[in-house]
């Protein structure tokens, strides 16, 4: 079946160190993948995504590229801040599922200054 | 932007009773709704889809007798928890859908705690 698996959090990093988040998954035909950012308080956001192999989602200094060859979305950002500390979430919808989002368990991102 | 908000945010209830959760699209129309629930540390875990004006759509392993669902009009979705017991306490999420399109809009949750 359909699944997501990123690696267990919580992620500690230093304001304007480098981020990535591992994102594997597991999916008949060819899913769109995409990354949800929930911050404290909040309903989840979608963050980016790409519904091609090769694509490169971006969005707020975030990236991610569509590998099918390795079935990854890693989540990457070269410089970040302590705003961007939330959960991240990856997921995927795979059009033989029908239109329901497939997620990760999360990872909690922690910035300090 | 596109908001979804959830009523009540957060619920204490005592078990047998029957607890209401409500999910609306503020600013636009939402013909297709799902609802999830996500465990501690767990991901969300999708238990129904919900298209307007017609019955949802229930995940394999999830009770339609105990959580029901209604998606009445464009922009309100309730799911009902009925005769609540402690095991069905968890954070419950919903999003919504333009048709047509494929971004889903999160509400903020709901936390039920059944005692």
């Known amino acids: 079946g359909n699944s997501v698996t990123q690696m267990e959090g919580p992620v500690t990093l230093s304001e304007e160190a480098f981020l990535t988040i591992n994102c594997t998954y597991t999916?008949?035909?060819?899913?769109?993948l995409f990354w949800y950012v929930q911050y404290p308080g909040e309903g989840l956001q979608l963050l980016l995504k790409?519904?091609?192999?090769?694509d490169k989602g971006s969005n707020k200094g975030f990236e991610a590229t569509y590998r099918k060859e390795t079935t990854s979305f890693h989540l990457e950002k070269g410089s970040v801040q302590v705003s961007d500390s939330a959960v991240y979430f990856c997921?995927?919808?795979?059009?033989?599922?029908?239109?329901?989002?497939?997620f990760g368990k999360g990872t909690t991102l922690s910035v300090s200054s | 932007g596109a908001v979804v908000s959830q009523h009540p945010s957060w619920v204490i209830c005592k078990s047998g009773t029957s607890v209401k959760i409500e999910c609306r699209s503020l600013?636009?129309?939402?013909?297709?709704m799902f609802w999830y629930r996500q465990f501690p540390k767990q991901s969300l875990m999708l238990m129904a889809t919900?298209?307007?004006?017609?019955?949802?759509?229930?995940e394999q392993g999830v009770e339609k007798d105990k959580f029901l669902i209604n998606h009445a009009s464009l922009t309100l979705s309730t799911l009902t928890v009925t005769s609540a017991h402690p095991e069905d306490s968890s954070f419950y999420i919903c999003?919504?859908?333009?048709?047509?399109?494929?971004?889903?809009?999160f509400g903020p949750g709901t936390r039920l705690l059944v005692l």
């Open positions: 999003s919504a859908r333009r048709q047509g399109q494929e971004t889903q809009y």
């Open positions: 999916a008949t035909g060819y899913p769109s």
């Open positions: 790409a519904t091609k192999a090769d």
């Open positions: 997921a995927l919808r795979s059009l033989q599922a029908g239109t329901a989002l497939i």
């Open positions: 600013d636009f129309q939402a013909t297709t």
């Open positions: 919900s298209n307007e004006g017609s019955k949802a759509t229930y």
